[in-house]
């Protein structure tokens, strides 16, 4: 069964920096697209960024548009969701996906995704 593992979620203080981190196989990383979400308590899931199979494209929500940064470790079959100049509105658990359609395209949709983490607490105090 193939699964997106989570880890890197905690408390920090608005202004503050954290790391996520989505480990997955080797067949899931390297062919497909990962995206990651966040789902606010008692709100929908809403698309946080996404990174291409190759890692070459990624695409952010306007709302974390060059405060957040998604990468890929080759390596390690793992995503990376850098996050910086956190603000209490960051709050919410953070899920990695998997998007099994081949190709380059991005997508924002959570309706998109075929595979999904367990999710992790990021909590940001004012």
């Known amino acids: 069964q193939v699964q997106l593992v989570e880890s890197g979620g905690g408390l920090v203080q608005a202004g503050g920096s954290l790391n996520l981190s989505c480990a997955t196989s080797?067949?899931?990383?390297?062919?497909?697209?990962m995206g990651w979400f966040r789902q606010p308590t008692g709100q929908e899931r809403w698309f946080v960024g996404a990174?291409?199979?190759?890692?070459?494209?990624?695409w952010y929500a306007d709302s974390v548009k060059g405060r957040f940064t998604i990468s890929r470790d080759d390596n390690k079959n793992t995503v990376y969701l850098q996050m910086r100049s956190l603000n209490p509105e960051d709050t919410a658990v953070y899920y990695c996906?998997?998007?099994?359609?081949?190709?380059?395209?991005?997508?924002?949709?959570?309706?998109?995704?075929?595979?999904w983490g367990q999710g992790t607490q990021v909590t940001v105090s004012s």
């Open positions: 080797e067949l899931i990383f390297k062919v497909y697209a």
């Open positions: 990174i291409t199979w190759d890692g070459r494209n990624t």
């Open positions: 996906a998997a998007d099994l359609r081949r190709g380059p395209a991005l997508r924002a949709s959570a309706s998109s995704y075929d595979i």
